[in-house]
């Protein structure tokens, strides 16, 4: 009965929060469609003139495309931390400018990922036998490549993480956040029937192109950013915070006992940037939960503590 109500009501906050933010979310795929447009054409008139006329050269368009990906995370990001009034356009832009770099590895990445996964899926199916065994183990190896690719754009535009973490962290959030990646994959799947529903419903060739083309333009890519990051974003960032107190506590410990220090009494202070020192936090409120401020999680206490420090210097 309990995990029916929890269920409950993740749905009703994920519908209110659909709902409520669509109209931004609409706007942030238009924003998106432009760059798309002109990457998918570009490749599209590749692989055309080239005579090839390969999916994967068309697919190339992947890897200049994902950084502005980035703009889309950015925005979902922040959505489903609950913020109000979320400034696409700022975070729109500002995804792309702060993360242009590490995106274009990721689409690299990427790319790399789904022609491993082509090859490896069709040729073990259609050698069958005992083949099959190597078939099942591609499908499975592309599922952890698709969940990985959950966290590493949030995770990217989250926090300021090297990218070998940023993997790591994503690599073992696969396994260990398996029930939140079915989740997000059984949403894109509902996603990817209600558009095929619609296309199984229209009865021309050319009805079939507009209906596509309004999904890429307005829907697709931000809902379903918005869906994956709805699943997932909360506890990869609770993995990350846990992880990194973890960390610190370990570091505090070797150097009390390289100090001949045998007990631990004083907590490290963490490392607080100056620029948190000019928040506005209201101190009237209770409750010490984290807050998010110029791509740093934070939590209340700490930052009334060293606003007070900073009065009495």
Request: glycine share 6%.
């Amino acid at each position: 009965m309990a995990a029916e109500k929890n269920i409950s009501v993740a749905l009703t906050n994920f519908f209110n929060s659909l709902f409520s933010n669509f109209s931004k979310l609409l706007f942030t795929n238009i924003l998106f469609a432009v760059p798309f447009a002109v990457c998918v054409g570009v490749f599209y008139l590749i692989n055309h003139l080239s005579g090839l006329n390969t999916m994967f050269i068309q697919f190339l368009a992947v890897i200049p495309l994902f950084p502005f990906y980035a703009g889309i995370t950015q925005v979902t990001s922040h959505m489903v931390r609950g913020e109000n009034n979320v400034d696409v356009w700022n975070n729109f832009i500002g995804g792309i400018k702060e993360n242009f770099l590490r995106f274009l590895v990721h689409g690299i990445v990427l790319y790399i990922a789904f022609v491993f996964s082509y090859f490896s899926i069709s040729i073990y199916s259609r050698l069958g036998g005992s083949f099959y065994v190597l078939m099942v183990i591609s499908i499975i190896i592309a599922l952890l490549f698709l969940f990985a690719f959950f966290y590493l754009p949030a995770m990217t535009v989250t926090f300021d993480l090297s990218m070998k973490h940023i993997y790591k962290n994503s690599l073992l959030m696969t396994f260990g956040e398996l029930k939140h990646n079915i989740i997000a994959t059984f949403g894109l799947i509902v996603l990817a029937l209600l558009c095929a529903t619609v296309l199984f419903c229209c009865t021309t060739s050319m009805a079939i192109i507009i209906a596509t083309i309004i999904f890429l333009a307005f829907f697709v890519p931000s809902i379903g950013s918005f869906i994956i990051n709805s699943a997932v974003y909360s506890e990869m960032y609770t993995m990350i915070i846990n992880g990194k107190k973890k960390t610190e506590e370990i570091d505090r410990k070797i150097e009390n006992r390289k100090q001949g220090k045998f007990y631990d009494i004083e907590p490290q202070k963490p490392f607080i940037p100056d620029e948190f020192s000019e928040i506005d936090v209201d101190e009237t409120k209770d409750g010490d939960e984290y807050i998010f401020y110029n791509g740093k999680m934070v939590k209340r206490s700490i930052l009334l503590q060293e606003k007070k420090n900073k009065e009495n210097q």
